[in-house]
């Protein structure tokens, strides 16, 4: 299919709105590019698209409130300052929803609440029951108490969107940020060009982003490129598009050649999603090279007697990165032993399992099998 094939059969779409959007010059919240966003998502869902809002501003909207000319560097500052944003925001959302008859639902994520098997299960049959009762899920990361030094944030609200896209089935990300998309260069520069379509992913890609810098927002072009790579290997696509044209949204549903467009690569199932994307690794498996090729050429099952090295402190049952002895990553998946029991197995043929752990219980053949396990590539 092509781009306007694929954005017509979009039945979920997830838009996420960056700080730089929804912020005048002054730091202050923009109230009536707010109102413009409103009646654009309202307009989408009219034509039989749910639409899930992830929007940037908490900080923003404390800013501008607290009379801040630059983002507050410490974290316990910056937590303050969402506190006291985020009621100015979502005010503002639920009171331009409420005039158009829509209700809106807050939800506030840390990286914690999706890492958890059960939580990302309640998390996601929760989006699906607002959905269905017809509310507009308007989303941020709960900047109050995640904490980066506890590797419970998400860094920026690019990946949470990409994460929170991941929950559906085939969606369509949208990101509206303050430049028209990728560009070939620095995007300042006459000579730089605006990629329409990206259909394959490549490494090469991230040698095309350059930052713009701001005193307000986190995230940048290097941060939406990797939200494009985890959210189309996992079946689903997206675009970055210019979130000062007013009308963004419904050119992009009428057809419009505008932004970036990422094709969709493959389709995961939802709990590979989970464990590729939105979980965060418990430890690291360091594997040979026969292991490498077993696993990326012939889709075999992780074996004891391939892995070299077992770091971290994961359980039985948690999700671990497997890497090569260059420390690039090859998969990830879920661990059948916790790490005293995978020390204990490290280079065991199967037969040596049983006298290596020191019990008479039969132990598990794969180190991690097959079925859990997701390639990087």
Known sequence: MDRNQIIR?????????????????????????????????CEIRNRGVDVTLV????????????????RPRLNTELQAVAAIGQG?????????????????????????DLAQRERYLNIRNTFFHLLNIGAIPIVNENDTVSSAELSLSFGDNDRLAS??????????LVLLTDVDGLYTGDPML????????????????????????????????SSKLKAARMITSSGGSMIIANGDDPRALTKIFDGADCGTFFFPQRQLPARKRWF???????????????????????????????VVRCIGDFKKGDVVSIVDRQNREIARGLSNYSYKDGVAICGRSSSQLSQALGSEASPYEEFVHRNNIQLSK
């Open 9 to 41: 059969s979009t039945k979920r779409l997830v838009v996420k709105v960056g700080t730089n959007v929804l912020t005048s010059r002054d730091g202050f919240l923009n109230r009536s590019r707010v109102h413009e966003l409103v009646g654009e998502i």
């Open 55 to 70: 929007s940037s501003g908490a900080v923003g909207a404390g800013m501008g409130r607290l009379g801040l000319k630059s």
């Open 88 to 112: 100015t925001l979502i005010q503002c959302y639920e009171q331009e929803f409420d005039a158009k008859g829509v209700v809106a639902a807050q939800v506030l994520l840390t990286a914690h």
């Open 163 to 172: 994460i929170v896209a991941n929950l559906f089935e085939a969606p369509l």
């Open 190 to 221: 006459p000579e730089s060009k605006l990629i329409r379509e990206v259909k394959c992913w490549s490494s090469d890609l991230m040698r095309l982003a350059v930052e713009k810098k701001s005193s307000r927002s986190k995230g940048g072009m």
């Open 276 to 306: 590729r994307f939105a979980q965060t690794p418990a430890g690291v498996l360091v594997i040979d090279d026969g292991a490498v090729k077993a696993l990326e050429e012939g889709g075999k099952s992780l074996l004891p007697i391939g």
